[in-house]
Antibody, heavy 122, light 108 residues
Framework: EVQLVESGGGLVQPGRSLRLSCAAS????????MHWVRQAPGKGLEWVSG????????GYADSVKGRFTISRDNAKNSLYLQMNSLRAEDTALYYC???????????????WGQGTLVTVSS | EIVLTQSPGTLSLSPGERATLSCRAS???????LAWYQQKPGQAPRLLIY???SRATGIPDRFSGSGSGTDFTLTISRLEPEDFAVYYC?????????FGQGTKVEIK
């Protein structure tokens, strides 16, 4: 059974940093691209970032480019999102999502974690 | 960026009725790279449909997707109590994935 478990969320002040993690199990992690998708409270879904199976291809939404960094450790079956210079508008539930293939695009998301909440507030 | 507009915003129906949800794209979605997700309160989204019309693993056949180009439809042939939820479409034909704003299917 595919399982994705996010962690690392919390309350953080504007301008500070936070690192999210996603622990994957139930599938061969290094065969698939992985993504982060967020959902602001009461709002819709927004793709944040994605990384190919071998970290050779990486993409970011314009809203986070230059502030967020995605990475993965295939030996640890883990996905990460380093979030710097956080803003109030980054407040959201952050989901880790698995792609059905190796590459970044084109892709939908076939499995999702339960999310970790990031709140940016002073 | 391709903008997806879903309609209606809310659909009020009774169990057993047919639900028809629309997703319209601001420009053509290449190769019918369109997916549909279901999200219930407090839960993560669940993939229903990919490639505009292919059902994901374990999805009942009362869910069907159709369309191409700029107009796509999700149909639930007969609503079951567990189908009342919010539904999102997503296009993945461009390098920037985008989602629609969602359609809420509520019990009438």
């Amino acid at each position: 059974e595919v399982q994705l478990v996010e962690s690392g969320g919390g309350l953080v002040q504007p301008g500070r940093s936070l690192r999210l993690s996603c622990a994957a199990s139930g599938f061969t992690f290094d065969d698939y691209a992985m993504h982060w998708v967020r959902q602001a409270p009461g709002k819709g879904l927004e793709w944040v970032s994605g990384i190919s199976w071998n970290s050779g291809s990486i993409g970011y939404a314009d809203s986070v480019k230059g502030r967020f960094t995605i990475s993965r450790d295939n030996a640890k079956n883990s996905l990460y999102l380093q979030m710097n210079s956080l803003r109030a508008e980054d407040t959201a539930l952050y989901y880790c999502a698995k792609a059905p293939g190796q590459w970044l695009v084109p892709t939908y998301f076939d499995y999702w974690g339960q999310g970790t909440l990031v709140t940016v507030s002073s | 960026e391709i903008v997806l507009t879903q309609s209606p915003g809310t659909l009020s129906l009774s169990p057993g009725e047919r639900a028809t949800l629309s997703c319209r794209a601001s420009q053509s979605v290449s190769s019918s790279y369109l997916a549909w997700y279901q999200q219930k309160p407090g839960q993560a989204p669940r993939l229903l449909i990919y490639g505009a019309s292919s059902r994901a693993t374990g999805i009942p056949d009362r869910f069907s997707g159709s369309g191409s180009g700029t107009d796509f439809t999700l149909t639930i042939s007969r609503l079951e109590p567990e189908d009342f939820a919010v539904y999102y479409c997503q296009q993945y034909g461009s390098s920037l994935n985008t989602f629609g704003q969602g359609t809420k299917v509520e019990i009438k």
